[in-house]
């Protein structure tokens, strides 16, 4: 019998990756964004790093980055299958 | 400027709808908390989202309970850490059911005993989790699975109810606001007593508008006066920047309605209720915020 209590423990992941939800994907355009780290401010699930590169393991394609950013900079393209 | 922490205590990623402001809110929230935070969670998407035992994307302790008890629970830890000589935050985060409906008598009876601690309320103005059931929280005329006609009663004032209970500190926030909705938790928590918190959360799925609109949604409730961002603390009203721009040049409230679908088809009737219920709030506000009453 285990000794392991009932409990969660956080890791990175815990509901897979949710990455494969997406529909759209954002593509940032580098000439137009000035680092102002908007879209990362208001991305739910906080998978835009300070660099400001967006991981697509865990991008759910919301698309409030795209609407929010001010220099209209992240554009959403529909993911190939 | 604020100096937000970098750390984040909302791993990648929860399972939470695309566009969630649950999420949204919940990472500020713990930012301003910090490590030393512990959540009690009732039923609500929350407890939900966390994702699948044995893992969870929470990176702080979270106490999942039932529905009526969550500031009873809350009562109790907080109770249980002063004796241990403890400060460690207690936090409640609750959606509106289990505020403003069901939870409703447990909180009343931790702000009636000043229990020192943090109750916070994301409100999606419905059941969200178990598929959009109104509550006392939906705003008139709004379409839910139990009022496909349009909800036919006024939304119930929760802040008012609390407010009666003359709490160390009340304010509202927005899900489009994360930087104020930050300050305002910081400032909680610095202070001792009973605080309350009523975070607006604008539901994609729930209230039928596209994933990218959230944020969106939320500025425009503020900007038309629907939702008045305001702070009280020891009884003293401050009414926020966004709002008190929005009290001398409110946008349409026709736009914030049509940018959704549970608004679909609303009459004329419903729309003056909403307008005559958010004027008068934001009269009585301006009037306390000037001591007048």
Redesign the interface.
């Given at each position: 019998m285990s000794t392991r209590p009932?409990?969660?423990?956080?890791?990175?992941?815990?509901?897979?990756k949710?990455g494969s939800?997406?529909v759209f994907k954002p593509v940032v355009d580098k000439e137009k964004c000035n680092a102002c780290g908007i879209c990362g401010?208001?991305?739910?699930?906080?998978?835009i790093s300070?660099e400001l590169e967006v991981?697509l393991?865990?991008c759910?394609?919301?698309?409030?980055c795209?609407?929010?950013c001010p220099k209209k900079a992240i554009t959403?393209e529909r993911e190939e299958k | 400027m604020t100096e937000i922490p970098k750390e984040e205590y909302v791993l990648k990623c929860t399972s939470a709808c695309a566009g969630c402001p649950s999420s949204l809110i919940l990472r500020y929230v713990l930012k301003a908390a910090g490590p030393d935070t512990v959540l009690v969670v009732p039923a609500c998407c929350t407890s939900v989202i966390q994702g699948i035992y044995p893992n969870t994307a929470l990176n702080v302790p979270v106490y999942n309970v039932a529905f009526a008890s969550a500031a009873a629970c809350a009562s109790g830890m907080t109770e249980a850490f002063q004796k241990a000589g403890k400060k460690t935050n207690v936090i409640v985060y609750a959606g509106d059911g289990g505020t403003v409906d069901i939870g409703i008598q447990a909180l009343s009876g931790a702000f009636e005993r000043e229990t020192d601690f943090l109750y916070i309320c994301y409100d999606n103005e419905a059941y969200g989790n178990t598929g959009m059931q109104r509550s006392g929280s939906t705003p008139i005329g709004a379409r839910t699975t139990t009022t496909p006609g349009g909800k036919t009663h006024a939304k119930k004032d929760l802040d008012a109810i609390v407010d009666a209970h003359n709490p160390s500190y009340l304010a509202t926030a927005c899900a489009s606001y994360p930087l104020d909705l930050f300050k305002k938790v910081q400032k909680a928590l610095s202070l001792r007593g009973s605080k309350f918190i009523h975070v607006l959360a604008p539901c994609p799925p729930g209230w039928r508008f596209s994933s990218e609109m959230t944020v969106e949604m939320g500025k425009l409730a503020v900007k038309s006066g629907l939702w008045i961002l305001y702070e009280r603390e020891f009884g003293k009203v401050t009414i926020n920047g966004p709002s008190k721009a929005a009290m001398i040049k409110p946008v349409p409230l026709e736009d914030y309605l049509s940018g959704q679908g549970r608004f679909k088809g609303i009459d004329q009737k419903a729309i003056d209720a909403l307008k005559s219920q958010s004027e008068l709030r934001a009269k009585h506000l301006q009037k306390e915020a000037d001591g007048i009453c």
């Open positions: 009932a409990m969660s423990r956080p890791v990175k992941g815990a509901s897979g949710t939800w997406r401010m208001f991305c739910p699930d906080a998978v300070d991981d393991d865990y759910k394609g919301c698309g409030i795209a609407q929010e959403m | -």
